[in-house]
């Protein structure tokens, strides 16, 4: 059974960290492009980051504007885990956070086949 069930998110105030993972299970997930998406109350899901292993201890991510230098994407295949390592969190990363998985590494909504339940990031002021 193919499954992704996410964890980590919680309360902070602005300017603090949360580090959320998620569990990957299933064969479908090997060598699969592994990604963060969020959705806000009353907006559409966006893509946050995501990152693909290609060989030789080396990995490709790639981030949004508004994370950049602020989150950090990486996986552990021995422990078959994503995680999400978010720093200087502002009250707009406020959302759910959803993990993805799929063929290829893309921002794009479209290219993800898999989906977590999603877990909540609230950011305090």
């Known amino acids: 059974q193919v499954q992704l069930v996410e964890s980590g998110g919680g309360l902070v105030q602005a300017g603090g960290s949360l580090r959320l993972s998620c569990t990957k299970s299933g064969r479908a997930f090997s060598n699969a492009a592994m990604a963060w998406f969020r959705q806000a109350p009353g907006k559409e899901r966006e893509f946050v980051a995501a990152?693909?292993?290609?060989?030789?201890?080396?990995?490709?991510?790639d981030y949004s504007n508004s994370v950049k230098g602020r989150f950090t994407i990486s996986e552990d295949n021995a422990k078959s885990t994503l995680y999400l390592q978010m720093n200087s969190l502002k009250p707009e990363d406020t959302a759910v956070y959803y993990c993805a998985a799929g063929p290829v590494l893309s921002t794009d909504i479209g290219d993800y086949d898999y989906w977590g339940q999603g877990t909540q990031v609230t950011v305090s002021s």
């Open positions: 990152i693909r292993w290609i060989g030789s201890n080396t990995w490709s991510s």
